[in-house]
């Protein structure tokens, strides 16, 4: 386990995890760091999921504890951007089924990190969200979890664009 991992584990059992304070002290965050792997598991899974949550998220032990067996599970350092934190654990990868984002978000927006991605900055990161669509299958799902990300027409058109 690595010194990052030991640290946000400690943290979050005793309930003292601040994100940005741990962030600031001297454990090196630049590393994304994985808190659940398939092979610790209990039932084999055919699938290929990926969770990515963004270390601001509140609960995060809860949410951990609640994906159950069989996906990979990622800390995204919420002081980087989010979205080259993703493409780089994705970067050679493929065949994925489904990439799982538990951030925060707003009406056409989520936030990944210290990146805000909408519509308008889509374009700005099609070399991070080509890495990412090359490593799915062709019928891969990616389901975000944050609020009001797909509210109102501008939630639709930015789930638009992203799907496309």
Not at 12 to 27: E, N
Request: net charge negative; proline share 2%; with cysteine.
């Amino acid at each position: 386990m690595t010194q990052l991992e030991n640290a946000i584990d400690l943290a979050i059992a005793t309930g003292d995890y601040d994100p940005l304070a741990t962030a600031a002290t001297s454990i090196d965050t630049s590393a994304v760091a994985i808190l659940r792997d398939p092979l610790l598991g209990n039932t084999p899974s055919s699938r290929t999921e990926l969770v990515f949550i963004e270390s601001n998220v509140a609960d995060i032990a809860a949410l951990v504890a609640g994906i159950g067996a069989g996906r990979e599970v990622y800390l995204l350092d919420a002081t980087r951007d989010g979205l080259a934190q993703i493409a780089s654990v994705l970067a050679g990868r493929s065949g994925i089924d489904a990439l799982h984002l538990v951030t925060h978000g707003g009406a056409g927006r989520v936030n990944l990190g210290a990146l805000l991605l909408d519509s308008a900055s889509l374009a700005a990161h099609a070399g991070e969200l080509a890495v990412i669509r090359e490593s799915l299958n062709a019928t891969a799902d990616v389901l975000l979890y944050g609020c009001d990300i797909a509210a109102g027409a501008e939630g639709a058109a930015f789930i638009h664009q992203l799907a496309l």
